[in-house]
């Protein structure tokens, strides 16, 4: 894989680090950025506790501390990485602001860093703390770094799309779908028709689905095109053929096992994404079946890894360096103040078959 540092000339990664169309809009505040008063007012103390608590400084009780790092995390605060007299300046940065740096989100990164490559921005890919937190991540990078650290932030697969940001904000394939920022995603429930029908069309009844993140809406998605492909084609939907793979390595590989090890086993399986996939095929060959002899196995994505296998996947291939470039012009239209022709534009998906699929062989 190409190296991070490589997507663009400045580029910076820090670890603490068919289009549907919908009517025009110019980027606007999505809200009142949370200062030290609401926190201080929130938690019942003094706006100087505040300051205490956050900096880590002596003189406070461990339980009020507590309190207020509690309510500094409900309300998304963060006190500034920089002096408050810097953030009339531009900094000429645009942040792309993570989950983790995982194949999906690498992929987005280089589509941003080559739509970049000729402005006048650099690129900060981060990824925050999830430390004593789940959801929500978004609200506190970005509450960190808008307006002093960046110009503008792509946001990859966000929980939350309604943090509050002085900033343009552009969410790729966030969880809970459309929201009133400007967003882009891959037409996932087109990506899982074409995926299911191609397996019907090799002659395959029995077809198993290793779903994604439940919270996904996207992974929804695909659940979605995979039952309407079986309705379409009159297969009854049998819940013994589907597991639950949330994208983790381990609780995929448990899924499939119970699935494959099963008398009536399917034979064929759609997985959600390419790791889980090649998760699949691992179990399954554990398991002594040949792959596509046995079982046929399509993903979700086309990740570099899906064609370095020996048997490289079938899969979908969804336009994630195109993901990342077309945010990256939305970001660039927004900060010139210009209007969006589109605020949620939907990427086309399209099959690409390779060697895991083959016509079911009678058992």
């Known amino acids: 894989m190409q190296s991070l540092r490589a997507l663009t000339r400045r580029q910076t990664f820090s670890k603490t680090v068919s289009v549907r169309v919908v009517a025009p809009i110019r980027w606007r505040p999505m809200g009142a950025r949370t200062t030290i008063h609401d926190v201080a007012k929130a938690a019942g103390v003094s706006v100087s506790t505040v300051s205490k608590a956050v900096n880590g400084r002596y003189g406070i009780a461990d339980a009020t501390m507590q309190r207020v790092l509690d309510t500094v995390r409900d309300l998304g605060y963060e006190s500034s990485l920089v002096a408050s007299s810097m953030r009339a300046r531009r900094t000429g940065v645009i942040g792309v602001l993570l989950a983790d740096f995982e194949p999906f989100s690498a992929e987005i990164l280089k589509g941003v860093g080559a739509a970049m490559h000729d402005s006048a921005f650099d690129l900060l890919a981060y990824a925050g703390s999830h430390q004593g937190a789940g959801d929500g991540w978004e609200r506190r990078s970005l509450s960190r770094l808008s307006g002093t650290l960046i110009d503008a932030a792509i946001m990859v697969t966000p929980t939350v799309v309604g943090a ?45 689905f290793l779903a994604g993140r439940p919270d996904l809406r996207s992974a929804g998605l695909r659940d979605a095109g995979y039952r309407r ?63 596509p002899d046995d079982l046929s196995v399509i993903g979700f994505d086309d990740v570099p890894e899906a064609t370095r296998r020996p048997l490289p996947l079938t899969t979908i291939q969804q336009p994630m360096r195109r993901l990342g470039a077309v945010a990256a012009e939305m970001v660039f239209t927004l900060l010139t103040g210009r209007e969006l022709e589109e605020m949620h534009v939907i990427l086309p998906t399209r099959l690409v078959a390779r060697a895991t699929t083959a016509p079911v062989r009678e058992r």
């Open 164 to 208: 509050a940001t002085e900033i343009p904000v552009v969410a790729v394939d966030p969880h809970t779908g459309r929201a009133d920022l400007p967003t882009v995603e891959s037409d996932s429930f087109g990506g899982a028709l074409a995926a299911t029908r191609h397996l019907i069309e090799l002659g395959h009844r029995r077809i198993g």
């Open 229 to 291: 492909a079986l309705a379409d084609a009159g297969i009854p939907l049998d819940p013994s053929l589907i597991g639950i793979g949330r994208y983790e390595l381990e609780t995929t590989r448990e899924s499939a096992r119970v699935m494959l090890a099963s008398p009536s086993r399917p034979t064929a399986v759609f997985a959600a994404n390419d790791l889980s996939a090649i998760a699949v095929i691992d179990v399954a060959q554990g398991l002594g079946l040949r792959v």
